[in-house]
């Protein structure tokens, strides 16, 4: 599987986004799909987690409550929608598949979208 972040920009706190992690090369029905971040001098961190074949999902502490994570009806685009963002929410955003949301490793990284946020 091929995977394709898009939707980072600038903003400012209290503002959203919404990220898109479009699939290509194989149906995302049987993966789990993560985003991942990564903030400047930092390790990446887990940020949330859906089950695309049931839509359960799952987040960090960090972001539960103002972060979520979606796929249409199993098309394959996964989406996160970040609302109330805050400085520390910036970083590069990364999607990545896996056959479930834990106990397995991400692999199939997209080369990144950045997020900034100001204020």
């Known amino acids: 599987v091929r995977l394709e972040e898009s939707g980072g920009a600038s903003v400012k706190s209290g503002e959203s986004l919404r990220l898109s992690c479009v699939a290509s090369g194989v149906s995302l029905y049987y993966f789990a799909i993560a985003w991942f971040r990564q903030a400047p001098g930092k390790e990446r961190e887990a940020v949330s987690c859906i089950m695309i074949s049931d839509g359960s999902t799952l987040y960090d502490e960090t972001v539960k409550g103002r972060f979520t994570t979606s796929n249409d009806n199993g098309e394959d685009v996964v989406y996160l929608q970040m609302n109330n963002l805050k400085p520390e929410d910036t970083g590069t955003y990364y999607c990545?598949?896996?056959?479930?949301?834990?106990?397995?490793?991400?692999?199939?990284y997209g080369p990144g979208t950045r997020v900034t946020v100001s204020g």
């Open positions: 990545a598949a896996a056959p479930r949301c834990s106990g397995s490793p991400f692999h199939s």
